[in-house]
Structures are given as structure tokens and as C-alpha cells.
């Protein structure tokens, strides 16, 4: 069964650091995998969808790496705002017509 | 713009009592998804459509029933068999292929009087 673990389950950093954030998963046949940011009481937003051949994406200030054989995708932040303190969460696809699994997430505050 | 809209934002639901959570797309994707967020928790899956007329039973389907004979909607009705139904519930969408990230709404949070 796969499971998808983020570690920590909050975190708090001044403004401007680069930061990491972490995602396990405990089956590395995945067929994608995607990081989505949800701010309170909203919908997610998907940030970047890594294809199960690529190795990393990256949008902005965002860049999200995938390591299948140890089951582990990051996150990874430059130079934090304010703006970007929300909830993100990691999200598995099994198999191409198959279901996601997510995360229970990491919530982020940038302190000002 | 193109999206999801979910409504009402916030519902409140009696004893016994049915409730159906709406979702509309204008994104003309064929694949809608439910999910359920309980606090500290992750989504968990209701059900899916992939296509008109056509849905299937997600992890946590019990309590619940959906139809999809448009396109572009795909209600949620949660029944009083679901015995524990306060949460947030998110509706989503992507197009049919499974490499395409999914597009959300901004969700229903429903309670219990």
C-alpha cells in the first residue's frame, strides 16, 4: 500500500532563506508526482507535477526533485517571501489510470 | 477565466437530513474528483468520474452518492448514513489523462447542527 509521508508537519523560517521541503513515499513505482500549496481555507494549487522519467521541475522560484529508487521528493524554495507561508502538500500517482495518494503536508510560515 | 466553482462555501446540515454539495467546471475536463480533509489530515478520495455517466468509488465512498450527466458538473450529496460528515470537502478536476496536474475548487466546509 503506498503511503505518503511529510516530515515536518510545520515549519518556520526568515524571510528571504532558502528552504527544503521533504516527501516520502514508501512504493517507488509511481507513475507522477505533484506538490500543491493550499492556503487557509481554500482549494490546493498545483505547483509542479514531476513525470515518474524526470528528475526534477522547476517554476520560479520553485524546483521539485524526484529520487524514485529511495522514495523521496523535495521541495525546494529560494529566497522565501511572506507571501509564500501556506500549507504544501505532496501527492503520489500509482499507475496512470490509478488514484492519488497525498500527503498530510508541511505548514510553512515565513516570518517577515 | 476558466475554473471550478464549488457552493454554498459554508453548509450546515441537520440529523437525518440529506445535503448536496455542488461543483461546476468551465474547463472542459472530463475527469471530477471528491475528496474529503479532515484536520491534520490529507485528502482522502470519495469519488471519481472520468467520464459523463459514468463514476466510481473512491476510499471513503460509504455515506455518500454523486452523479455525473453533464460535463461539467458533478454534484456530491451526503447522506445520513454518513455518520460523521463535518469536514472540508474539495472538488477537483483535470483532463483525461492522468499526466495533467488537477485543478481544485476553493471548497465546501460542512457542519453539524
Known amino acids: 500500500k503506498q503511503e505518503v509521508t511529510q516530515i515536518p508537519a510545520a515549519l518556520s523560517v526568515p524571510e528571504g532563506e532558502n528552504l527544503v521541503l521533504n516527501c516520502s513515499f514508501t512504493d517507488s513505482a509511481i507513475y507522477n508526482l505533484q506538490w500543491f500549496r493550499q492556503d487557509p481555507g481554500k482549494g490546493l494549487t498545483s505547483l509542479l507535477l514531476i513525470q515518474s522519467s524526470q528528475r526534477e521541475q522547476t517554476s520560479g522560484r520553485l524546483n521539485a526533485s524526484l529520487d524514485k529508487s529511495s522514495g523521496r521528493s523535495t521541495l525546494y524554495i529560494a529566497a522565501s517571501q511572506p507571501g509564500d507561508s501556506a500549507t504544501y502538500l505532496c501527492a503520489v500517482r500509482r499507475g496512470r489510470d490509478d488514484k492519488i495518494i497525498f500527503g498530510k503536508g508541511t505548514r510553512l510560515h515565513i516570518l517577515p | 477565466d476558466g475554473g471550478i466553482t464549488q457552493s454554498p462555501k459554508y453548509l450546515f446540515r441537520k440529523e437525518g437530513q440529506n445535503v448536496t454539495l455542488s461543483c461546476e467546471q468551465n474547463l472542459n475536463h472530463d475527469a471530477m474528483y471528491w475528496y474529503r480533509q479532515d484536520p491534520g489530515q490529507g485528502l482522502r478520495l470519495i469519488y471519481y468520474?472520468?467520464?459523463?455517466?459514468?463514476?466510481q468509488k473512491g476510499d471513503i465512498a460509504e455515506g455518500y452518492s454523486v452523479s455525473r450527466e453533464k460535463k461539467e458538473s458533478f454534484p456530491l450529496t451526503v447522506t445520513s448514513a454518513q455518520k460523521n460528515p463535518t469536514a472540508f470537502y474539495l472538488c477537483?478536476?483535470?483532463?483525461?489523462?492522468?499526466?495533467?496536474?488537477?485543478?481544485f475548487g476553493d471548497g465546501t466546509r460542512l457542519s453539524i447542527l
Open positions: 477537483a478536476s483535470s483532463i483525461g489523462y492522468s499526466n495533467q496536474p488537477q485543478h
Open positions: 468520474s472520468q467520464i459523463v455517466n459514468d463514476f
